[in-house]
């Protein structure tokens, strides 16, 4: 039986007719590409799962004015676990700015379960990944790109921000959180 994987017998082997099981299995392929990739358009509006495509060009310098502008006027306390860190506590329904830079997301955020916040997300230097854990939502932070993502936390506790894009050698350390409230 001539297949593809045995060695060619004839030298003008690509003349020769193709097996019937292999047009069967490269049409299924096919036909599952087809499918797959209506769905990657289909979910852009039947998925829940979109980001608000809100998005505004910002530089480094402007963004980090923004977080320090945001984390003086609302910090209230140091953090527990890392004192360096300060937590924020914004009021509910207002604008929420998160910074990634070498290592760290600064600074500690503080919510109120049920209320809604415009969160603010960039990177101070290069691309970092923004992944709140354990829901895994992911987003990418670009320095130059001010993202808005509008969340309204449904349950209290401790959520972590990690990393998730290789940075360079502090990667791993790379976490932040956001404490939801009753
Ligand atoms: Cu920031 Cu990895």
Known sequence: MATSYTP???LIWWKEPIERTEVI????AFLWCIFMFAWMIAWHWIGNQNMANEAYKTT???YAAKVEAFTSKYTVRQDVNDPSL???????GSDVYIAGSRWQWRPLVEL?????????ISSLDWDHGFSLQPLNINFQAYPGYEQVITMTPNSSGTFTIVCNEYCGIGHHTMLGKIYVKE
Do not use: C, D, L
């Not at 109120?112 to 603010?120: A, I, T």
């Open 8 to 10: 060619p017998a004839k």
């Open 60 to 62: 480094p310098e402007n």
């Open 112 to 120: 109120e379960k049920g209320k809604s916040y415009r969160v603010h």
């Open 86 to 92: 300060p937590v924020v506590h914004p009021p509910a």
């Open 25 to 28: 299995w490269i049409t299924i």
